[in-house]
């Protein structure tokens, strides 16, 4: 195929992107894989330092961690966001209802974990509130139901802009379609399932997407909550990582980094694969 002048007319304005994110993401991570082989003095090591990682127990107590938070919180945000889509794209004021959904994203995280403390804690409000019913003591952030309150945190500072992405795509599909439908016969959930999920499929991925590497970046509230070390059910991988980093175990962590990136490059890339099939 002959490549045309035309075709690289939008390359200088790629460029300045493009070498920001060698310099920043690709070399540093370059590096780590070429840290990985080696130990701390530089001395090369072959595969021991992921062997290393594998067995270690911490590191397979994120893995389970973060797997689980993944599975559980991207249906739970898909399908509520989507609910909530359809319902309130038939409102009027879509704008000053856009404006609401972007608060959690605005919201600065130590305040969000000011609220968590508040409510959440040995001592906060909820655990009053059930005590005070005659209720058993809830310790929320030192117990199990600790992955469900991280969980809840996620969907509620996701949810907004989720929704808006629905609405975006519901509101590209042509309303004559719809009413077409309806003059036939169709109810609300054949149109729900025949028309709007057909067309919304590219919105559908794009918010597959973002939402997956979104549960990784769960570790800020978590940490400003429970500290580095938290109940063991939302040991998630950033506070491995954190951890590794303070103790100067660099060698682990660049093995355990190249295998979380070649996880979720995996994930990414069969997610992709099965769209195209879907779309042929």
């Known amino acids: 195929m002959k490549v045309r002048k035309q075709d690289l007319r939008y390359l200088p304005f790629l460029l300045p992107g493009l070498i920001g994110v060698s310099v920043f993401r690709l070399l540093p991570f370059a590096d780590s894989m070429r840290r990985s082989f080696m130990t701390s003095a530089g001395s090369f090591i072959g595969l021991r330092s992921y062997g290393l990682v594998i067995n270690n ?6 893995v389970r961690n973060t797997a689980l938070f993944t599975i559980i919180c991207l249906p739970l945000l898909i399908g509520i966001s989507f609910v909530l889509a359809c319902a309130l794209s038939k409102l009027t004021y879509i704008r000053f209802i856009r404006t609401i959904l972007l608060f959690p994203l605005a919201a600065p995280t130590a305040a969000l974990v000011m609220v968590w403390k508040i409510l959440f804690s040995d001592y906060g409000y909820l655990n009053g509130i059930i005590t005070s019913l005659g209720g058993q003591e809830v310790h929320f952030l030192t117990s199990g139901t600790a992955f469900w309150v991280l969980v809840g945190s996620y969907i509620w500072k996701n949810l907004g802009y989720t929704i808006i992405l629905w609405m975006t795509g519901i509101a590209g599909i042509p309303s004559s379609v719809s009413e077409a439908a309806r003059i036939d016969g169709a109810s609300e959930l054949q149109i729900i399932t025949r028309i709007l999920i057909p067309n919304l499929r590219p919105t559908l991925y ?24 938290p109940h063991k059910s939302m040991y998630m991988l950033q506070h491995l ?38 779309e042929i």
């Not at 127990?57 to 994120?62: D, G, I, S, V």
């Open 57 to 62: 127990e911490a590191f397979r107590l994120a």
């Open 206 to 229: 794009t918010i597959t997407i973002i939402s997956f590497l979104n549960s990784f970046k769960v570790f800020r509230e978590a940490y400003l909550v429970a500290g580095a070390y």
């Open 241 to 278: 990582f954190n951890n590794w980093f303070t103790s100067l175990d660099l060698d682990k962590m660049a093995a355990a980094s190249v295998l979380v990136f070649s996880v979720i490059l995996a994930a990414v890339m069969l997610l992709r694969k099965a769209w195209d099939k879907e």
